[in-house]
């Protein structure tokens, strides 16, 4: 295998804005052909051959809401180059073995990827934003991979102990939801931190800057558009709980100088663009709808529910 592909930190999706990166950017590029054995349930292994790119990037960020009798919704803007577009696709991963046999699932994801975010038929949600700050490990398991692996849980419970033991490979916030509430983690090639927030609160936002992990104060300048965006969402959400409708709208603002959801640039395949925008209604089965594309200009359809 060369040696550029010996880092599984390096299997790390490309999802940021550009001015992000100003002060830190990073590329590795080349060309595999490989298989990988995992055990993650029904995900046994991945082979696969592709030219590879990969710079450090961020996503645009995701909150939750839950309250009263409605159930809970974990939603997420997901950011991509927007050479991608069109590759937008949605995976049903249905256990047919015998015995003990993992829920299935509904996956937001890109051709060519193992998984972005989504949800099991348990109601269990994943969503996830790239912490480019915190350190990789030649030794941890890839994102999508994880992503995969926290979807064969049961419930939040199960999902937390497993993303707690599991080594990653590259810094990564995943929030976790199922009917029962939510549980936030900082992960990164050196180990999980638990956010802690306060669970009366009826919305919990994150962005792409680390909020219990150490991000380094050189790394200030480079988050503007991150901490731009997470207070935007928390001037969006305020101190209310959000229907559906509520948690579109600000997943389609565009107000302020860090947009939510972020428009292409015309001729500029390699600029950032809200790739898509999954809104995930954590009951049994969830309710999911996805917008292919920038929410402000495309609607959301319901693919599961």
Not at 130 to 147: D, F, K, Y
């Amino acid at each position: 295998m060369p040696k550029y592909f010996a880092n599984p930190s390096d299997f790390a999706f490309d999802f940021a804005n550009d001015d992000v990166f100003t002060n830190d950017d990073r590329e590795t590029y080349g060309y595999l052909d490989a298989e990988d054995t995992l055990d993650l349930g029904i995900l046994k292994s991945i082979k696969f051959g592709a030219k590879f790119t990969n710079h450090e990037r961020d996503a645009a960020g995701n909150f939750t809401t839950y309250g009263g009798f409605a159930a809970p919704i974990l939603a997420q803007n997901m950011d991509l180059r927007a050479y991608h577009d069109g590759g937008q696709a949605v995976l049903r991963i249905i256990d047919d073995r015998a015995g003990d046999r993992a829920p299935s699932a509904t996956i937001l994801t890109i051709c060519g990827m193992v998984a972005l975010c989504g949800a099991n038929d348990l109601g269990l949600g994943v969503a996830v934003n790239t912490l480019w700050q915190l350190p990789s490990s030649s030794e941890g398991l890839p994102v999508a991979c994880v992503v995969r692996g926290l979807l064969t849980q049961r419930n939040l419970t199960e999902a937390a102990r497993w993303i707690a033991k599991t080594a990653h490979a590259s810094g990564q916030h995943y929030m976790l939801g199922d009917a029962d509430g939510f549980a936030s983690f900082e992960a990164s090639g050196k180990a999980v931190r638990r956010v802690s927030w306060d669970a009366a609160a009826p919305n919990f936002i994150h962005t792409n800057h680390p909020i219990s992990s150490e991000g380094g104060a050189r790394h200030l300048a480079a988050e503007e558009n991150s901490r731009g965006r997470y207070q935007m969402l928390c001037e969006l959400a305020g101190a209310k709980t959000l229907e559906v409708a509520q948690v579109q709208s600000a997943l389609a603002d565009r107000s302020g100088p860090h947009p939510i959801s972020v428009r292409p640039a015309d001729g500029d395949d390699a600029g950032m663009m809200t790739f898509a925008s999954i809104i995930m209604e954590l009951k049994r089965p969830p309710a999911i709808m996805i917008a292919a594309g920038p929410p402000c200009s495309n609607p959301y359809r319901k693919i599961a529910g």
